[in-house]
């Protein structure tokens, strides 16, 4: 079975440190990760998705990927309250429209 | 422009009614996305559109759970026979065909919570 993990958390952060979200996945068909970000009672947005190996930075943002390891993160500098919200990890199959999510990450920044 | 707009926003329904949800993608988008989230949980797929391609079914969890396409553009998910467990917020996404870089963006929208009391 096709899974995405992501640990649950809450994962907690002083105002204006680095946030790291983790995600891992089981499909080595994977080729292109997005990380959305959903505040409680609203529906998800993307935030950014990456497909080659190594980082992309957009802005405060950055994914960094490693397929060799099958892992995908994100990094939040400057942390916000703000940002407080649940992350969720998407895989996109290879080939194919289909999605597979992780379960999300619940971040709290702390004022 | 207009995002992917869903309704109703919310629905409460008796056990064993059927309930119909509507989706109406961003116009021009060619896949169309149904996800079910639980509370506390992640995106749970269901069903995928492609244009006049045969959709994708294999996440629908029974024969009470189906959906339509129509003309390419809106779509239904109907559920009979409600059940309490089906009690979610129904999320719907749309793709468009073009991809950057070998990559489609889902785009979504607000959703339905449906309540099966």
């Known amino acids: 079975q096709k899974e995405v993990e992501q640990n649950s958390g809450p994962l907690s952060v002083p105002e204006g440190a680095i946030a790291s979200l983790n995600c891992t996945y089981s499909?080595?068909?994977?080729?292109?990760f997005f990380w959305y970000r959903q505040y409680s009672g609203k529906s998800p947005e993307l935030i950014m998705f990456?497909?080659?190996?190594g980082d992309k930075e957009d802005g405060r943002f950055t994914a960094q990927l490693n397929k060799a390891s099958q892992y995908v993160s994100l990094l939040i500098r400057d942390s916000q309250p703000s940002d407080s919200a649940t992350y969720l990890c998407?895989?996109?199959?290879?080939?194919?429209?289909?999605?597979?999510f992780g379960t999300g990450t619940r971040l709290k920044v702390l004022a | 422009g207009a995002g992917v707009s869903q309704s109703p926003s919310n629905k409460v329904t008796e056990k064993g009614k059927d309930v119909e949800l509507r989706c109406d993608p961003i116009?021009?988008?060619?896949?169309l996305y149904w996800y079910r989230q639980s509370l506390g949980q992640g995106l749970e797929f269901l069903i995928y559109?492609?244009?006049?391609?045969?959709?994708?079914k294999s996440g629908l969890p029974s024969d009470r759970f189906s959906a339509e396409r129509t003309g390419g553009s809106v779509s239904t998910l109907t559920i009979q026979r409600t059940q309490q467990e089906d009690s979610a917020v129904y999320l719907c996404?749309?793709?468009?065909?073009?991809?950057?870089?070998?990559?489609?963006?889902?785009?979504f929208g607000p959703g339905t919570r449906l309540t099966v009391t």
């Open positions: 996404a749309s793709s468009p065909r073009e991809e950057i870089a070998g990559v489609r963006e889902q785009y």
């Open positions: 499909d080595r068909g994977s080729q292109s």
């Open positions: 990456i497909y080659s190996n």
């Open positions: 998407a895989v996109n199959l290879g080939g194919t429209y289909k999605y597979i």
């Open positions: 116009s021009g988008h060619t896949a």
């Open positions: 559109f492609q244009g006049n391609s045969a959709p994708d």
